[in-house]
């Protein structure tokens, strides 16, 4: 796997640093969880079979989410003593899309399917914060789990269907944080993560911006968006894509 062992040496350190740095804190642990299900569409360039042309998706997040999306459901959790901490972030979507153009001419039906799982695991340092506001800055690794398959049937040529899966694992640094509106239980928070660079994919880049209402000391909702890009390629796999859509949140703190 291109970069695997670079990039968990780096998450390994970041964790660690974190880790050690936090237990020689004397303060308490603050913990959050939340539960969410990102409704995100996919546009993009996907190719998993040699010697036939790339596969263009686009599944737009207004006009066809509903209809094309299978499964869509995640989770996010953080651990905090005092400015230091750790979070982790797994996200699972089933995207299908009916209509892969390149292969018109040889098949009629022709069904492109991504099922992935996005695992992130990163240290975290509170730059700037009080109970109010608060600026994080974190660095880790991202793990990456993209099955591809086609469905190829009708027309001149044999039916056929293709599976395939590639796995890797990207650097990740970024910022993130969060804001009560005066003295209203209201709050914006949002984020940006950058990663790969060479080491996994090329390039990857990560925003998202949610307004959340704080109903108790215990819990809050969330209405958001996120757009998410990537850009993978080795040997006969490329995967370029785009991912943008509605968050839906519920979070613990305790």
Known sequence: MKGAWPCGMVGILFLCIFARAALASGEQWETKIALYSWLAGQKGTV?????????????????????????????????????????TDIVYSDIEDEDATPYRLLWQAVTSRTKSWIVSAAGQYRLVGNDRTFMDAFGGVRYWSVDSQLSLTGGPAVDRKIAN???????????????????????????LAL??????????????????????????ITL???????????????????????????????
Do not use: C, H
């Not at 599944?59 to 869509?72: C, E, Q, R, S």
């Not at 650097?171 to 709050?187: E, T």
């Not at 968006?225 to 894509?241: M, N, S």
């Open 47 to 87: 190719a998993t079979l040699p010697g036939l042309p790339s596969t263009d998706i686009d599944v737009d997040f207004f006009d066809d989410i509903l209809g094309n999306i299978n499964g869509a459901l995640s989770l996010y959790a953080e651990m905090r003593k005092g400015r230091w901490g750790a979070m």
């Open 165 to 191: 899966t590639e796995d890797w694992l990207d650097p990740m640094v970024g910022l993130k944080g969060q804001r009560y509106l005066d003295a209203s239980n209201i709050f914006i928070n949002g984020g």
């Open 195 to 220: 990663g790969g660079f060479g080491m996994g994919s090329d390039f990857m880049w990560d925003a998202w911006a949610n307004l959340g209402y704080q109903w108790t000391q215990t819990l809050a």
């Open 224 to 254: 958001g968006y996120r757009y998410l890009d990537v850009d993978y390629e080795k040997d006969d796999f490329l995967y370029d894509v785009a991912q943008q859509g509605l968050v839906l949140g519920l979070g613990w703190q305790f």
